[in-house]
């Protein structure tokens, strides 16, 4: 029993300390997302891209004191700035256009959207939104068979990592050179020549496959190409120790956490570790176990867990973090939306007053 308290005691400690940790970090750095929208895909050269975009923070405390302008730019497929426009954010929203001069060329373009502050976190930040810009009297860049050649592969491990004799999932996605999501075929090998399987794309670009490393030799993802060269991509390095996470979502009241290792000890000496799953600051669950266990499977509840981006962690007992992993939980909720007008009848050119008003299910209304 004196055992079982010191622990539990332990355990409400650690919680404590990792609470504190997480409030001080997000109140110096402050998490910053962009969602940018426009009004269509396809345009036509002097046209109107007419912007809106909502800027959210996992702390509130931030809203219309962080950044106050958000900068949007043009980009063409040589990675050229065209032109850029300057919103004010106002309320976590920003709206505007941007005008297209009448002798812009045919091409693949998109939009990049960042603030003052993501320039210090890096490009992986910012919003992007591709679009095609037509002119019949520009020279047509649009079937630029070099840059749409151009296949982009990028490979993501479930856990973060990939260690010898354990099982992992490795998502990942293909692209042109527009950026546009590529069906693609290839297959799974090391350097060795080893095979460990197919893998393919669906029509968004994307797909997922397991794999089990036999070996630390590096593993290779090879897509045959249509002119019959090959494709190679690095996937990343194995390691001959390591923990592996996996996350499955059982309906709307759990989540499956299994964690396998193959360690004698963690990377700072300790034997024992917590997993926290922790979402806007806030932590929501907290376990621990030992290395005793080369594989466990615990249960996560969602009761409570905000929507949006789950971060789980794997923390030494000295809080030294040894993997991670992201789950979005889906509450799935419905927005009502209700529109009125002034009158009902108008005559020509009459201007038109109408009232949107949106609730959503716990009936939180707002009006426009």
């Given amino acids: ?95 505007g256009f941007l005008q297209l001069p009448a002798d812009l060329s045919s091409d693949h373009y998109h939009l990049r959207a960042y603030t003052s502050w993501l320039r210090n976190i890096g490009e992986f930040a910012f ?74 794309t669906n029509e968004q670009g994307l797909g997922a496959f397991k794999i089990m490393p036999l070996s630390e030799a590096a593993l290779q993802a090879i897509v045959p190409m249509p002119d019959g060269t090959q494709k190679v991509v690095e996937l990343p390095k194995v390691k001959s120790e390591g923990l592996v996470l996996s996350a499955t979502h059982l309906g709307k009241d759990s989540i499956r956490l299994q964690i396998q290792h193959n360690l004698n000890s963690l990377s700072d000496g300790s034997q024992n570790y917590f997993i926290i799953a922790q979402a806007q600051g806030k932590v929501y669950f907290i376990g621990a176990s030992t290395l005793e266990s080369k594989k466990i499977t615990t249960f996560i509840p969602k009761r409570g867990m905000p929507e949006g981006i789950l971060h789980l962690m794997i923390l030494s007992e000295k809080g030294k973090l040894e993997a991670e992993r992201l789950v979005y939980i889906s509450k799935k909720s419905t927005l009502n939306i209700g529109l009125s007008n002034s009158a009902t009848v108008y005559q020509p050119r009459e201007s038109i007053t109408l009232q949107i008003e949106t609730s959503d299910p716990e009936d939180r209304k707002s009006t426009r």
């Fill in 127 to 200: 919003a992007r939104i591709p679009l095609i810009v037509i002119n019949p009297d520009a020279p047509n860049l649009l079937e630029d068979e070099e840059t749409r050649s151009a296949l982009q592969l990028s490979f993501f491990t479930e856990g973060g990592q990939l260690v010898k004799n354990i099982p992992s999932k490795i998502a990942f996605s293909a692209v042109d050179g527009y950026g546009r999501p590529s069906v693609v075929k290839g297959f799974i090998q090391d350097v060795n020549g080893t095979k460990y399987g197919d893998f393919q």
């Fill in 1 to 95: 029993m004196a055992a079982t308290a010191q622990a539990q005691d332990k355990t409400t400690e650690f919680t404590t300390k990792v609470a504190e940790l997480l409030k001080d970090y997000y109140n110096f750095y402050p998490t910053e997302k962009i969602h940018l929208t426009t009004d269509k895909q396809y345009y036509v050269a002097g046209d109107k891209i007419w912007l809106q975009a909502f800027v959210t923070y996992d702390n509130p405390v931030w809203t219309d004191s962080l950044s106050r302008v958000l900068y949007v730019e043009l980009i063409d497929s040589q990675k050229q700035i065209v032109q850029t426009v300057l919103l004010y954010i106002q309320t976590n929203a920003a709206k």
